[in-house]
């Protein structure tokens, strides 16, 4: 079974930093990485997925992956209080595997 | 389009009853899953049907969960008898593509249904 790392945080960074967070999984074989946000009480949301090495822009949200070191990240640039949430790491394939998800507080 | 359905929102038992969550995909979605949310962790796959069949049912705790997918559309998880450690958010999700390495990942969550076992 394979496995998803985060750290649980929590993570606080001031309104317009940017938010750094960071996964690791255990199945060096696995070939799509996917972060979604999940709001207290919510449902999680997909906000980006990954396939290749490197970094994918998505408005203010970048995803970084680096298949030799088995790590996949995500920055948030200009963090609003909105951006408050948990941020669950998936590892995709044959099925989904969720990280244990790192909490973000934004503070205005 | 309507998104997934789930019921019920709420459920309140005591140990050792049983409890059935319903869950309707969106329409012409092949892919279910239900997974297990823990207050402060993240999502655990319990099951994953494509269509009728089970693609996945490794971490489902057989002696007391069961889950069904009539016809390949709705699908009803079952736990009997139930467990202080069964309180959870338990989450329906459907894709409308197979699981594959190259799967977009776009997983449509219901609300989820909040079960609490006394």
């Known amino acids: 079974q394979k496995e998803v790392e985060q750290n649980s945080g929590p993570l606080s960074v001031p309104e317009g930093a940017i938010a750094s967070l960071n996964c690791t999984y255990s199945?060096?074989?696995?070939?799509?990485f996917f972060w979604y946000r999940q709001y207290s009480g919510k449902s999680p949301e997909l906000i980006m997925f990954?396939?290749?090495?490197g970094d994918k822009e998505d408005g203010r949200f970048t995803a970084q992956l680096n298949k030799a070191s088995q790590y996949v990240s995500l920055l948030i640039r200009d963090s609003q209080p909105s951006d408050s949430a948990t941020y669950l790491c998936?590892?995709?394939?044959?099925?989904?595997?969720f990280g244990p998800g790192t909490r973000l507080s934004v503070l205005p | 389009e309507a998104g997934v359905a789930q019921s019920p929102r709420y459920k309140i038992i005591e140990k050792r009853q049983s409890v059935a969550f319903w869950c309707n995909p969106i329409?012409?979605?092949?892919?279910l899953y239900w997974y297990q949310q823990i207050l402060g962790q993240g999502p655990k796959l319990l099951i994953q049907?494509?269509?009728?069949?089970?693609?996945?049912d490794s971490q489902l705790p057989k002696d007391r969960f069961s889950a069904e997918r009539l016809k390949g559309v709705d699908s009803t998880l079952k736990i009997q008898p139930a467990k202080l450690e069964d309180s959870a958010v338990y989450l329906c999700?459907?894709?409308?593509?197979?699981?594959?390495?190259?799967?977009?990942?776009?997983?449509?969550f219901g609300e989820g249904s909040r079960l609490t076992v006394l």
């Open positions: 999700a459907s894709s409308p593509l197979a699981g594959g390495p190259r799967n977009t990942g776009e997983l449509f």
């Open positions: 998936a590892v995709g394939g044959q099925n989904f595997v």
């Open positions: 990954i396939y290749s090495n």
């Open positions: 329409s012409g979605h092949a892919t």
């Open positions: 049907f494509q269509n009728n069949g089970v693609v996945d």
């Open positions: 199945d060096r074989g696995s070939q799509s």
